[in-house]
């Protein structure tokens, strides 16, 4: 059974930084594309950033480029997401996700398409990051 499992979120002020972590079990993710998304109260469900089966290819929404880094380490299954810079619209509950073989060779227009639950496969729980002003 597969579980994708976030954690790192939590409170802090503009201007401070946070590293979510996604833990996969039940199968590898060593050939999947992954992305993070976010969805704010009220709001839909935001693309933020990607990533390719072996790190070498990474993709950011333009509300995040240069403050956050996505990375993987593929020998703990883990997906990574750095968050710094954090300004107040940046409050949501962040999920990764592994994006479907549809969209998997489409990265780039992610921003278009990401903003479906349609566009992946699996998900996590989520992990509420709130930044405060």
């Known amino acids: 059974q597969v579980h994708l499992v976030e954690s790192g979120g939590g409170l802090v002020q503009t201007g401070g930084s946070l590293n979510l972590s996604c833990a996969a079990s039940?199968?590898?993710?060593?050939?999947?594309?992954m992305s993070w998304v976010r969805q704010a109260p009220g709001k839909a469900l935001e693309w933020v950033s990607g990533i390719n089966g072996d790190g070498s290819k990474t993709y950011y929404a333009d509300s995040v480029k240069g403050r956050f880094t996505i990375s993987r380490d593929n020998a703990k299954s883990t997906l990574y997401l750095q968050l710094n810079s954090l300004k107040t619209e940046d409050t949501a509950v962040y999920y990764c996700?592994?994006?479907?073989?549809?969209?998997?060779?489409?990265?780039?227009?992610?921003?278009?398409?990401?903003?479906?639950?349609?566009?992946?496969?699996?998900w996590g729980q989520g992990t509420q990051v709130t930044v405060s002003s």
């Open positions: 996700a592994e994006v479907s073989l549809l969209y998997s060779g489409r990265m780039d227009e992610m921003a278009r398409y990401g903003d479906s639950w349609a566009a992946y496969n699996y």
């Open positions: 039940g199968y590898s993710i060593v050939h999947s594309t």
